[in-house]
């Protein structure tokens, strides 16, 4: 990963990284260079020899300075080319995995911990091998160092590191537990946080005093958190305490050896004064070492469950497997298909078989929660039937490459996004892949009714959809409509599912798109879902869902005539307006206008 990253900082970090370390190993002789001229001169009252050792040992010390700094800015920017490359990798996986992935919260706990930890981690495995690298080098040259002295001292050095290093792969796993172990925690806070802090929650924490109680609960998540990570860090502490104590009590043992040694007067003074250094520098770069295995430890298990999300794109990359969509279809059929969301028992569609023949206009209709989103997304290809199939002209459509008959369907949802983006990249984001010619882009929100909402606009067409950056403006619920129907269009597909698309425009700008939505659609077909009998009724076909299964279709006068639960549904609207007019100023009910007087 790094290396494809970033190699010329790569390659600088390590040649860098061994020049420190031969620069150590250099210090302790220079050292003993030093120790050795001043004690001579103090025989013969001349320093001169000393000088030449001593600026070395500056020359040594300076280069390692400035060797440092260097190194902590190439490693930042190291460090920042890694995680670029990460983030790619992993929105790449949050953008192709199943839809399905997004119902389940531990899919977001993953990507989550994905998002906050595992980012930075391949990096600081290669930051633990290279300062294990150097630290290892750097051992090399100071235990010959050391070992010329005695041997003894050399292995008491090694060993004081073992402590040190049983206790920081415990402290590893800690960590590592802590983070899985809080990361529900953790979204559970950010949530609250954003509820506090997002533009559209603002009004309603405002308009129902929330303001106050959502602090509390934040406060009362945080509060757990903070006793977590007390415990959390007190028996991180407690490790890292006994494998530190272990570890000084090793080396304090080598010191009186040491001091042993120099009263037996097995060695001499310069040799003694560089031993010290030499231990004192060897234990740091031991400490280091096994420092860099703890670091190498820690992420290494970040790293898996980082390879974990990663693998879940895999089934991704499978799906690019299947024949090519067709651009066109005589008919589409659905047969007795059922579908449950994942992780729930009730089905929301339970043997549902329908037509939708070429050119047609398709009303669907039904009560909150019969099941008329999920068939949409089913035949948008956005989830598979667990049982049944839809076909295009015969062919199941679970043959053809996802991608490809993604591309045949153009699906605006409900609760389409508002994209922080001008006009015409909140209308062209609807095919990508075209160019978005101000011709075609405004034709689109011709059709759709928004071309006069945008040409009102500051800068028209090129105005920011948006109040979250400079120079933005935001429209209202139904112009917000407009523009997304404009998006429908311009994707130009066989098929056009339309949730909704009426429900947040005024009357006369409903009655505009459904007059011109057959020329509009010019022979595409079109499958719309609407509560509204005045757009319902216009349909070629209106086939009404109840329960997950289709309970009648038929023209609008054929229903009425049936006398099912179409009419039960189509009068008690009727009644209902009739009902709303009547209360208002007597005068004016019976005006047209009401579904029931058509
Ligand atoms: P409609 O569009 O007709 O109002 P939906 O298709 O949205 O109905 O929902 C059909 C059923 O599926 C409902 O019972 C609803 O509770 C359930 N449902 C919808 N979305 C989900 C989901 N993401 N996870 C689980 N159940 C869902």
């Known amino acids: 990963m790094v290396w494809s ?5 790569f390659v600088i970090l390590v040649v860098l990284q061994a020049l420190s370390a031969v620069a150590l190993g250099l210090q302790v002789l220079a050292v003993q260079w030093v120790l050795s001229a001043v004690l001579a001169a103090d025989e013969r009252a001349d320093f001169e020899g000393a000088v030449a050792p001593v600026l070395l040992l500056a020359g040594l010390t300076a280069f390692t300075a400035v060797a440092g700094a260097l190194q902590g800015q ?5 460090g920042e080319l890694v995680a670029r490359r990460m983030w790619t990798r992993v929105l790449r996986v949050a953008t192709g995995v199943d839809l399905a992935h997004f119902e389940s919260p531990e899919f977001y706990d993953h990507l989550n911990r994905v998002q906050t930890n595992a980012v ?10 290279l300062s294990m690298a150097g630290a290892a080098v750097a051992s090399v040259g100071l235990g010959l160092a050391l070992a010329s002295v005695s041997p003894v001292l050399l292995a008491l050095v090694v060993v004081g590191g073992i402590p040190l290093l049983v206790t920081s792969r415990r402290e590893s796993r800690l960590e590592f537990d802590f983070s899985v172990g809080q990361t529900p925690v953790l979204r559970q806070r950010s949530y609250l946080a954003l509820l506090q802090t997002g533009r559209e929650e603002a009004k309603e924490v405002r308009a129902f005093g929330l303001g106050e109680w959502l602090r509390s609960r934040f406060d009362a998540i945080y509060d757990s958190y903070l006793h977590a990570l ?18 000084a009590l090793v080396l304090g043992g080598t010191l009186l050896f040491l001091v042993w040694l120099i009263s037996r007067g097995a060695i001499g003074v310069a040799g003694a004064g560089a031993a010290i250094i030499a231990i004192r520098m060897l234990a740091s770069q031991v400490q280091g070492l096994f420092r ?11 790293l898996d469950d980082l390879d974990a999300f990663l693998d879940l794109g895999v089934p991704a990359l499978e799906q690019t497997r299947g024949s090519e969509a067709p651009t066109s279809f005589d008919t589409i059929r659905v047969e007795d298909v059922r579908f449950a969301y994942p992780g729930s028992t009730a089905e929301a569609l339970c043997g549902v078989d329908l ?17 008329k989103t999920t068939l949409a997304k089913l035949l948008a290809g956005l989830y598979q039937p667990a049982a049944g199939r839809i076909t295009w002209d015969g062919a199941d ?35 990508v892949e075209l160019p978005a010619s101000p011709e075609r882009v405004r034709a689109s929100a011709r059709a759709a009714g928004a071309e006069s909402v945008l040409d009102a606009l500051p800068e028209g067409f090129e105005t920011l959809l948006s109040r979250l950056f400079v120079g933005g403006i935001d429209l209202s619920g139904g112009q917000w409509q407009r523009v997304a129907l404009a998006r429908s269009f311009f994707r130009d597909a066989p098929l ?30 079109a499958l719309f879902i609407s509560h509204r009998f005045s757009t319902v009724r216009g349909a070629d076909r209106i086939i009404v869902l109840d329960s997950g299964t289709v309970a009648e279709q038929g023209t609008h006068a054929e229903l009425v005539a049936a006398d099912g639960l179409y009419a039960d549904l189509y009068k008690l609207q009727s009644h209902t307006d009739i009902a709303g007019a009547g209360a208002g100023a007597g005068a004016v009910t019976g005006t047209t206008g009401n579904p029931a007087d058509g």
């Open 120 to 129: 930075t981690r391949p990096y600081q495995v290669t930051q633990g091998l």
């Open 496 to 525: 056009v599912i339309l949730d909704e698309p009426s429900s947040a425009l005024d009357p006369r700008a409903e009655h505009a798109l459904f007059s011109t939505l057959r020329e509009v659609l010019d022979g595409r077909t």
């Open 292 to 302: 860099g295995v703890q670091q190498i430890f820690e992420s290494g298990l970040f």
């Open 5 to 9: 990253s970033g190699r010329r900082p």
């Open 397 to 431: 459509i679970s043959g053809f490459r996802p991608a490809s008959l993604r591309d045949q369907v153009s699906v605006t949802f409900q609760d389409f996004v508002r994209y922080a983006f001008t006009g015409t990249e909140n209308i062209a984001v609807g095919r």
């Open 355 to 371: 037509e939708l023949r070429a050119g047609e206009i398709v009303a669907l209709v039904g009560e909150n929660g019969s099941g």
């Open 230 to 247: 007390r415990r959390h860090a007190v028996r991180r502490t407690i490790l890292s305490v006994l494998g530190q104590l272990g570890s």
């Open 74 to 78: 190439l490693q930042r920017f190291l």
